[in-house]
């Protein structure tokens, strides 16, 4: 994993790193496996339902880039290639492109 700070046009500093899930986190609950040999195909029609646009969630199974400054957090899907030695002036480009994302509570113990 690389990290890079940058400051933008505003003044904020980012921190940006790529976030890369493990093949095991990976969607696997819909694959075939070995035991499934022998047994009818499933793939007759494409059963997916997609309204309006594709999930947001549809990118992010290569990684992505998570830009983070305090409060605020963006994602940019997938990672640029090269972006870790990518300019200042890059890394806000990227930033322009990337979503707002909710950070998420963590229990506290």
């Known amino acids: 994993m690389a990290l890079r700070s940058f ?6 500093e980012w921190q940006v790193y790529d976030v890369v899930p493990r093949p ?5 609950y819909d694959r075939r496996t070995e035991a499934d040999k022998g047994t009818p195909e499933r793939r007759s029609e ?3 339902v ?20 305090g409060e605020r957090r963006r994602r940019l899907a ?10 200042e002036e ?4 990227y ?6 994302v909710r950070r998420v509570a963590t229990p506290q113990r």
């Not at 997609?50 to 400054?69: I, K, P, Y």
């Open 7 to 12: 400051v933008d046009a505003v003044g904020t």
């Open 24 to 28: 095991e986190e990976r969607r696997h």
């Open 90 to 93: 890059e890394l806000q480009r």
């Open 46 to 48: 494409d059963r997916r």
């Open 50 to 69: 997609t309204v309006g646009r594709l999930s947001a969630l549809s990118d992010l199974g290569l990684g992505w880039l998570c830009f983070d400054a």
């Open 95 to 100: 930033l322009g492109l990337a979503r707002p």
């Open 78 to 87: 997938p990672i640029p290639e090269a972006w870790a030695q990518a300019t």
